[in-house]
């Protein structure tokens, strides 16, 4: 409702937008579904999607610049749209947003949620797949997978509030994707960073080997150390603790633990990695960040086929 589902293959946002397109034409077989149809055509279609993209807060209307001519188009056309609509992911207060709007006379309709990523339900069907981490998920999902991602969860964290019982009662197979939070932020700062990764990476073998069917996947290689990080992205006002090499150190640490166990892995190639992390400044999304591009995605052939 606030701009366009992304569709680039250069941004996180994009990832989110062809995920979620794939989603609902697996979710929808026999139909045709457009991405960012025009709101003067959407009285044509027997049920409209509304999918606010990765960074949306519900509740939050930032709109840079302030409201446009086809924000006031895209109200009208939802108060005058007579079939079905569905949020997907998150729920869009079109009162609230109308409060900025000041459209007259109008009213919105009741709207149910649907977790297409939390709970993929593929033709009506629950799956018992599920890729499961922080916002780095998103590059690692692939068809018939659930998409379970909280930005931000390290994977201290999940390691603590995630239990064996709860995830297989959910699934019979997994991705897990942690790691690169905990190496950018937290475990440099530990007494001994070496020793608290190997404690680290240690539970998480553990934790995965009790899982039904799990993979690992292994941390991104460290970028080039000049690269800005957006503020909402920094922690305790730093974009990173430790240097690049103490960072590739314990990420080698981890990736060599990893590979020695009996659990299954995704890995990431190694002519990604050069002297100073240079090579990643542009396989990385162009904005300030820290996640892939979707084109670089391993699973991009399958999402878009």
């Known amino acids: 409702m606030m701009g366009n589902v992304a569709t680039t293959l250069n941004s996180q946002g994009g990832g989110f937008g062809i995920i979620q397109t794939r989603m609902l034409k697996d979710n929808h077989p026999h139909d045709t579904v457009e991405v960012n149809p025009n709101p003067s ?38 108060a005058d749209y007579g079939g079905e609509i569905r949020f997907s992911n998150s729920y869009f207060d079109f009162n609230k947003f109308n409060q900025r709007l000041k459209i007259p006379d109008v009213e919105y309709p009741d709207v149910k949620s649907i977790s297409w990523y939390n709970t993929f339900l593929a033709q009506g069907l629950e799956t018992k797949k599920g890729v499961i981490g922080d916002s780095h ?3 690692v ?7 379970d991602f909280t930005a931000g969860r390290t994977l201290h964290g999940f390691l603590k509030r995630e239990t064996v019982d ?10 897990t994707y942690f790691m690169n939070i905990d190496i950018r932020f937290h475990l440099m700062r530990q007494e001994n960073p070496k020793d608290a990764t190997k404690d680290l990476i240690g539970r998480y073998i553990d934790f995965s080997s009790r899982l039904k069917n799990n993979t690992i996947v292994e941390p991104l290689p460290i970028e080039h150390e ?15 603790f430790g240097t690049r090499e103490e ?10 633990m990893i590979r020695n166990s009996d659990q299954k892995y995704i890995s990431w190639p190694e002519d990604w990695i050069d002297l100073d992390g240079t090579k990643m400044l542009d396989i ?4 300030q960040s820290v996640h892939l591009k979707p084109r670089y995605y391993p699973f991009l052939n399958e999402i878009l086929g």
């Open 41 to 78: 055509d959407w009285d044509s279609y027997d049920i409209l999607y509304v999918c606010e993209g990765v960074n949306f807060v519900e509740g939050s209307f930032n709109i840079p610049g302030g409201p446009r001519p086809i924000h006031t188009e895209k109200m009208k056309a939802i």
């Open 137 to 139: 998920a998103l590059s």
């Open 141 to 147: 999902w692939r068809p018939g997978y659930s998409l």
């Open 166 to 175: 709860e995830i297989n009662s959910r699934f019979d197979e997994t991705t």
């Open 226 to 240: 000049s690269r800005k990080i957006p503020g909402t992205g920094l922690y305790k006002k730093q974009p990173f």
């Open 247 to 256: 960072r590739m150190e314990i990420r080698q640490i981890a990736i060599e």
């Open 284 to 287: 990385l999304e162009s904005r």
